[in-house]
């Protein structure tokens, strides 16, 4: 079994479906966490996460387990406000990374035009670790979003239908996500290292651990990923896996997912069979 450096992750948005997978896991392969979550207090919190967790079932296999589990803590903290991210870095030398699972879920915040959920967030990522530490920052983005981070566009992925686009029209939130993505690039060449993840169409079923990712752009007959044998969905668990295996590869592994936003989608079974010859 490969041994993994441990770590102790920042988990911001923790109760969120794809997040609580990300903790768990992380929790199980003798990592820590500390987890920003909406609760009255800071007990709340915890006990909201440990609820959330006690009802997030795995699937087998995938991500190996230690044999001691790592420690997790849990904040109430404001994730809008950087003084929350400075604050823990200062207090907690210890957390050497932050991950970001923020989403908009309902149809009337999608639609919403002055929605910022996702720049505000990821500003006030970025300038707590301005007025601290820079830390290794996992951005769990969205689909919708095409090109290398910082000049980016909203746009679908190439096995989209051209109907797609018009959804940034319908729903402007995908725009602030692409807005949140330039954000943390222009703090790229101040000192922080980010991976940015765009999982396709999300869904909530086991892992299949048969998806594939890409760098930064897509097309229907790439070389590097072909999307002609690729469906339009993925599954929380296996986003939330992939994440934690990117964050705890070796340093030098790493070092090519840095500036990086990296779709993952489901491949066909027509896609394995290709890549078996």
């Known amino acids: 079994m490969k041994e993994h450096k441990k770590r102790h992750f920042l988990v911001v948005a923790a109760a ?3 997040a609580r997978f990300f903790v768990k896991k992380a ?3 003798g990592h820590d966490v500390t987890a920003l979550c909406r609760a009255v207090d800071d007990k709340a919190a915890l006990r909201r996460m440990n609820d959330v967790l006690e009802n997030t079932n795995l699937t087998p296999d995938g991500i190996a387990t230690n044999n001691k589990t790592g420690k997790l803590k849990a904040k109430n903290s404001n994730i809008l406000k950087p003084e929350t991210y400075a604050q823990l870095l200062k207090e907690d030398k210890s957390i050497d990374a932050i991950c970001c699972f923020v989403g908009v879920t309902k149809t009337k ?4 035009s002055k ?3 996702y720049t505000d967030t990821i500003q006030a990522i970025v300038d707590g670790q301005r007025n601290s530490r820079w830390v290794e920052t996992l951005y769990h983005g969205s ?21 797609s686009n018009l ?7 995908f725009k602030n996500v692409t807005k949140s993505e330039a954000i943390l690039a222009k ?3 101040e ?9 396709a169409a999300l869904k909530d079923t086991p892992a299949k651990r048969r998806y594939a990712y890409v760098f930064n752009t897509t097309g229907l007959h790439s070389e590097e990923l072909p999307l002609k044998y690729a469906k339009r969905t993925i599954g929380r668990e296996d986003t939330a896996e992939e994440i934690l295996r990117v964050a705890t590869l070796s340093n030098d592994e790493k070092k090519q997912w840095y500036g990086q936003g990296v779709y993952l989608v489901d491949m066909k079974d027509n896609y394995f069979k290709k890549i078996k010859k």
């Not at 959804?167 to 939130?173: G, L, M, N, S």
Request: proline share 9%; no cysteine.
């Open 167 to 173: 959804v940034q029209v319908i729903f402007p939130i």
């Open 27 to 29: 929790l199980r392969q």
């Open 115 to 117: 929605n910022t959920l």
């Open 143 to 163: 689909v919708g979003t095409e090109g290398v981070p910082g000049k980016s566009l909203t746009a679908w992925p190439a096995n989209y239908n051209m109907l």
């Open 16 to 18: 969120s479906r794809g």
């Open 191 to 199: 000192g922080l290292d980010f991976i940015i993840f765009r999982p």
């Open 187 to 189: 703090a790229q060449p």
């Open 109 to 112: 915040d999608m639609i919403n």
